[in-house]
């Protein structure tokens, strides 16, 4: 059954972070475990709970669980999210099975 990455972040220095690097390298990491990309924007609108207006979301799709964590857990992408490091504040959620 496929499974999703839902990203919500809050980056205040939009520029920093598209320079960074990690734009690009999660992307290349993310295609080579499966990874689909369904949404990727800013300027998110909370209707109900905690959240942040304006924040970017991303959401992705793999074939399953085990495919969206393997790229979670890879040593390719624990690199590139140290390239993120003090650009953005980034929560993230696993849905499927």
Do not use: C, H
């Not at 304006?54 to 669980?65: C, N, P, Y």
């Not at 393997?70 to 993120?84: C, D, G, T």
């Amino acid at each position: 059954m496929a499974a999703w990455l839902i990203v919500t972040a809050r980056v205040p220095d939009r520029d920093a972070f598209m320079a960074s690097g990690y734009p690009q390298a999660a992307a290349k990491i993310q295609a080579q475990y499966g990874g689909e990309y369904i949404i990727r924007g800013p300027g998110g609108t909370v209707l109900e709970g905690p959240g942040e207006d304006g924040a970017s979301v991303v959401v992705t799709q793999w074939k399953d669980r085990e495919a969206a964590l393997a790229f979670w857990n890879s040593p390719e992408y624990a690199e590139a999210k140290k390239l993120r490091e003090g650009l953005a504040e980034i929560s993230v959620t696993l849905v499927g099975t």
